[in-house]
């Protein structure tokens, strides 16, 4: 991870965010999440979005959400598609969109 893998940081963010091997820290978990996510890996974009979805580890940022669902939903991952389909369906972060959430939800 202090080397710059992407992998190995959102190993460590995974590892703080479960208190595995490590001390459980919320914050600890989403810095090595934003620094994997940084450097593009998809996996790090899509639990981003959740913790800001969620209000988990960080506030609550449904815009930062949404920026991070599509971030990973534009390289293909399930997850984040759905989860950027349904902040397009019900207006939250972003502009209420059913057209494009039902082109997330499909995709």
Do not use: I, P
Not at 21 to 41: D, I, P, T
Not at 62 to 78: S, T
Request: aromatic share 10%.
């Amino acid at each position: 991870a202090a080397a710059g893998n992407a992998g190995a940081q959102f190993a460590l963010g995974d590892a703080y965010a479960r208190g595995e091997e490590v001390l459980r820290s919320g914050l600890e978990a989403v810095r090595f999440y934003k620094m994997a996510a940084e450097q593009g890996l998809v996996a790090a974009h899509s639990t981003l979005g959740s913790c800001y979805m969620e209000g988990k580890f960080t506030v609550q940022d449904l815009a930062a959400a949404a920026r991070q669902f599509r971030l990973a939903a534009d390289q293909g991952e399930a997850f984040a598609q759905c989860d950027l389909g349904w902040l397009c369906e019900h207006g939250k972060g972003l502009k209420r969109d059913m057209a494009e959430a039902v082109r997330w939800y499909r995709a």
